[in-house]
């Protein structure tokens, strides 16, 4: 059974970067869509962006407003969140997503059926 674990959360200074990791265990083998989505207090959760096998990518304009980038290493079975320019807005926890590729998976939470703990992100003003 495929499981993904976050890590790279933490505070950091309005203007600061941080690159989040999700690996993925449990056999992925090929053919997964990893993807990012972040949760503010009292908000629903945002699809951030994801990232394909191949290494198509899409992406939230407005999450991260493109100062975030998403990317991949299949040997490692990891994906990442390279935010930069950090703002007290990003702060949220921010959760990966899995799915088996398929042209039906997009930006809704219900199109990824393996989710991660999450792992807070915390920008100061």
């Known amino acids: 059974q495929v499981s993904v674990a976050e890590s790279g959360g933490g505070l950091v200074q309005s203007g600061g970067s941080l690159r989040l990791s999700c690996t993925a265990s449990g056999s992925p083998g090929d053919g997964y869509t990893m993807s990012w989505f972040r949760q503010a207090p009292g908000k629903e959760r945002e699809f951030v962006a994801a990232?394909?096998?191949?290494?198509?990518?899409?992406y939230n304009s407005d999450a991260g407003k493109g100062r975030f980038s998403i990317s991949r290493n299949n040997a490692k079975n990891t994906a990442y969140l390279q935010m930069n320019r950090l703002e007290p807005e990003d702060t949220a926890v921010y959760y990966c997503?899995?799915?088996?590729?398929?042209?039906?998976?997009?930006?809704?939470?219900?199109?990824?059926?393996?989710w991660g703990q999450g792992t807070q992100v915390t920008v100061s003003s």
């Open positions: 990232i394909t096998w191949s290494g198509g990518t899409w």
């Open positions: 997503a899995a799915a088996p590729s398929s042209p039906l998976i997009g930006r809704r939470p219900g199109d990824y059926d393996v």
